[in-house]
């Protein structure tokens, strides 16, 4: 993320995340979030952290592919890459912490040190990627 004279006073709202094969929950997250502040910043997994997290035959799209799919999204202002989850949150400061309510990927000292406004934002139907998968493997089998 470059802060310049555009985006160094506006209320900076993180989230983080696969955003693998992008489904509605996703869009909806996003635009929740981006309500909360006025620049929204993802923080993507890249590749290998995804693979670390959701399995070897994960990410189903990759690092490039996902990061155009969300800086197409009107919510989403950056998309920055993130190979590990605890260095990436030392190196920046936000306002703001959007997490869904299964999210787990945010350290637990993290969150009790922050200074900023966490919330949760509740999950948007039963959609995951996991469950997208699932549904394109027995629609195919």
Known sequence: MVLNSENINKKKVLVLGAFDLIHPGHIYFLSEAK???????????????????KGKKRPIISYK????????????????PVSN????????????????????????????????????????GDYSTSSVIKKIKKTFQ
Do not use: C, H, M, T
């Open 35 to 53: 309500e909360k502040g006025n620049f929204l910043v993802v923080g993507l997994f890249d590749d290998l952290l995804v693979r670390n997290l």
């Open 65 to 80: 592919e996902r990061e155009g799919i969300l800086l197409s999204f009107e919510p989403v202002n950056s998309v920055v």
């Open 85 to 124: 989850i605890v260095e990436f949150l030392k190196k920046n400061s936000f306002n703001l912490i959007a997490i869904g309510e299964w999210d787990n990927y945010f350290p637990k000292d993290y969150i009790k040190s922050f200074k900023g406004e966490i919330f949760v934002i509740e999950r948007f």
